[in-house]
């Protein structure tokens, strides 16, 4: 039988004319979980990330830097891109850059192959383009401007006037596929989401579709193009190409790259945001129906962090760098709070005071006290050496179900990219067994020898609980469960929490009697407010 096919997730390729903001670190942190959770299932996966390095934004950052556009995006990715990885905590399978060759070649056999195809002519363009998208604008695009702008029309995103073009380039026959596309997404409304994303997309096809250029000739920071060196590709027909470059697109039939590509395709989920919906689930698989490939399964658009009510953007000056959070809450509170509290999907704001309020409830005083009491009560009472847990009353039977009722919500929550159902599952659960060890009073009952059983029996399943608890969160906060891990002695019983599968999670006694248990430092240890 032929193995399953390999779940491949990327994020977009962000820009680098700048370092990266929050807003960044979302992305990356949804699509980190979401691929961590699905290796916890057992399947195989490819999580791939990167940097969007060419195109006139990043062209303009180099100049005002006074470096080669090579020399800038070398330095901010070496000192930004590639660093803010690490700061997330970000388990990421490969990291393209478009200025690689394996990416440049492959992007000119794309577009090459395309031409050939039929779908590719020479034509002037004439109209309006938002640097800051990168983005040829269509009329119903922009908007009236304000202040400075007042009178004129503006980019709904960035607030500024769009520049006029002429060029003579090469067009991409973008309107023959507005029936196939329909088609598609009609057959597969699935392939969209949420779903106001998937209304959005059908309404602007159904006006249809106009042809789109794919070059450009003022522009020298690029592609050049197979069959005309004097035009590069169109920013976002490079950038968009780099799902399939990094995976192996076009590689020679028998290459280790060539196997990852029939691995790996059709994409599973290209996760983006809200922004870039357009070029994501319009351009892109009309792209690759005119290459002959498949289209993604799914494209998911997310929300925007949004300071006073608009997008938080570095251009506005309202960019919080991720370590500023990082460097007091930790990577783990970081990815625990942002798709904790917004609802993926949706925009969401970002304050200290509700991060240091969800910290301390939920965090500190939820899972962490539940760890701290629970192994410090195994070390006080029994030395270390974890009970046999027999006999068990209706109040173990309840969290035994509560657990498998945690789980059969929580997987297909993670799964859909549900983060913050996935996530309140399991502190519900967290909050049962809390509410369980303050009811049982276990140090009442430590202290009456004839109770010596029942003390047994609620220690063993205070420490299941949270063996349990430290492979569902495993995906969202490696760290600290990995701390747990060792504190409850489960590395040496059942082996690394990597392997422990969701499927398994649920049943009931996993970490055997005599498991040495130890209080190592608190998980999430109590932060002063600022
Ligand atoms: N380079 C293009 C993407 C090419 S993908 C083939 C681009 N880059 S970007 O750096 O501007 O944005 C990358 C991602 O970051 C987008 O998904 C965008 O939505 C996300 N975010 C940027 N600012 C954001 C917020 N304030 N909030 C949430 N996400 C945001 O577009």
Redesign the pocket.
């Known amino acids: 039988m032929a193995e399953p096919k390999a779940f491949f997730l990327s994020t977009?390729?962000?820009?680098v004319n700048d370092a990266p903001?929050i807003?960044?670190a979302?992305?990356t942190t949804a699509g980190d979980v979401a691929t961590r959770w699905r290796r916890q299932r057992g399947e195989e996966v490819w999580f791939l990330t990167g940097v969007?390095e060419h195109g006139t934004k990043v062209q303009r950052a180099a100049e005002k830097g006074g470096v080669s556009p090579q020399e800038w995006v070398d330095r901010l990715v070496a000192q930004s891109w590639l660093p803010v990885l690490e700061t997330i905590d970000a388990a990421n399978d490969d990291f393209i850059r478009t200025t690689e060759p394996r990416h440049r070649d492959r992007v000119q056999l794309f577009w090459q192959r395309v031409k050939d195809n039929g779908y590719v002519y020479s034509a002037e363009y004439e109209g309006p383009y938002c640097v800051g998208c990168e983005e040829f604008k269509l009329a119903g695009d922009l908007a009236e401007g304000e202040g400075e702008f007042a009178e004129q029309l503006v980019c709904p995103v960035h607030g500024r006037p769009a520049e006029q073009l002429q060029e003579t380039n090469w067009f991409f026959q973008l309107s023959v596929f507005a029936d196939r596309l329909l088609q598609h997404y009609e057959a597969h409304p699935e392939a969209i989401q949420p779903r106001s994303a998937y209304n959005e997309v059908m309404s602007f096809v159904r006006q249809g579709l106009v042809d789109i250029s794919m070059s450009r000739s003022s522009v020298s920071w690029g592609i050049p193009l197979a069959w005309d060196a004097q035009q590069v590709t169109y920013v976002?027909f490079d950038?968009?190409l780099?799902?399939a470059t990094a995976v192996g697109y076009g590689a020679e039939p028998g290459t280790a790259d060539a196997e990852r590509f029939a691995r790996v395709w059709p994409p599973d989920v290209n996760l983006?945001?809200?922004?870039?919906l357009r070029?994501h689930a319009v351009y892109w698989p009309a792209m690759l129906m005119a290459a002959g490939l498949e289209p993604p399964r799914k494209v998911f658009a997310?929300?925007?962090?949004?300071v006073g009510g608009e997008?938080?953007?570095k251009s506005k000056l309202t960019g919080i760098a991720p370590e500023q959070i990082i460097d007091t809450f930790g990577s783990d509170a970081f990815r625990y709070y942002f798709l904790r509290a917004i609802q993926f999907g949706q925009d969401g704001s970002f304050s200290w005071e509700d991060m240091h309020a969800r910290y301390t409830a939920e965090l500190a005083n939820g899972l962490g006290n539940l760890a701290s009491r629970g192994t410090a009560m195994v070390v006080r009472y029994r030395d270390g050496e974890l009970p046999a847990g027999h006999d068990l009353t209706d109040a173990e039977r309840q969290i035994v179900d509560s657990l498998a009722r945690t789980v059969s919500v929580a997987d297909p929550a993670f799964c859909e990219l549900d983060f913050s159902t996935g996530i309140v599952a399991v502190k519900e659960f967290i909050d049962l067994v809390n509410l369980y060890v303050t009811e049982q009073e276990p140090w009442v009952l430590a202290k009456d020898e004839a109770q010596s059983a029942r003390l047994d029996v609620v220690l063993a399943t205070i420490c299941e609980s949270l063996r349990a608890i430290a492979v569902l969160y495993n995906p969202l906060m490696p760290k600290a469960m990995s701390s747990l891990w060792e504190q409850l002695g489960a590395q040496a019983q059942l082996g690394p929490r990597a392997e422990q599968r969701i499927v398994d999670v649920a049943s009931w006694g996993q970490l055997p009697a005599g498991t040495r248990i130890t209080k190592g430092d608190s998980l999430f240890p109590r932060i002063e407010e600022a």
């Open positions: 977009p390729i962000y820009y903001h807003g960044h979302y992305t969007d976002w950038a968009l780099n799902y983006v945001g809200k922004d870039i070029f997310h929300g925007w962090l949004l997008k938080m953007s």
